[in-house]
């Protein structure tokens, strides 16, 4: 025969406790802030603040908080296939002013997932700015996989990546990207 302990709802004033101890304050300081009396003498507020804290309804409090926190963490499957989808529906003309030239606006532009690598080559005569993407195909197949589509097929992904150089002095630049544009469009 199996004893279970069920543990009761928290109060409002042992709920936050329990988050203010979460949040890292000591023991007293999280029970006075909580809303416990700070009248009583140090010993006693100590000794009654312990009590509560090694209650098995705190404690499994925080245990509940700390694997929400841990949880938190960890990119769940949403998350994954938002960054899949954000790789695959990016394209070279996103990171081109209307000049066709490479024009990176924020460092929030800098963390788009489909970046692999930016480089930037300085020769006497120009400035080189490459934009390498990530594979679009080799996103739909992460994704495809995610949800179980097509999980009999064995075909090797396309390891084709997407990268656009651009000749900062170059006149030509807009046509470069136009032919670009058309060359990636052509694939798809």
Do not use: W
Request: hydrophobic residues 40%; charged residues 30%.
């Amino acid at each position: 025969m199996t004893t279970e302990i069920k543990a009761r709802a928290l109060t409002p004033k042992q709920e936050r406790f329990a988050l203010f101890l979460f949040q890292g304050l000591s023991q007293r300081d999280a029970y006075v802030k909580a809303g416990y009396s700070a009248k009583q003498g140090a010993e006693s507020l100590d000794e009654n603040s312990c009590r509560l804290a090694n209650s098995a309804n705190i404690l499994s409090r925080l245990a509940e908080l700390q694997a929400k926190a841990k949880s938190a963490a960890i990119a769940d499957e949403v998350e994954r296939k938002e960054t899949l989808t954000r790789i695959l529906r990016c394209t070279p003309a996103d990171f081109a002013d209307e000049d066709g030239n490479l024009a990176i606006k924020s460092r929030e532009q800098l963390r788009n997932p489909a970046i692999q690598e930016l480089k930037t080559t300085e020769t006497l005569k120009s400035v080189e700015k490459s934009l390498k993407l990530r594979d679009p195909i080799a996103a739909i197949a992460e994704l495809n996989k995610m949800e179980r589509i097509g999980a009999q097929d064995t075909q090797p992904v396309s390891q084709d990546n997407r990268v656009l150089i651009i000749n900062v002095n170059s006149d030509n630049a807009k046509s470069l990207i136009d032919r670009l544009a058309g060359r990636l469009n052509a694939t798809e």
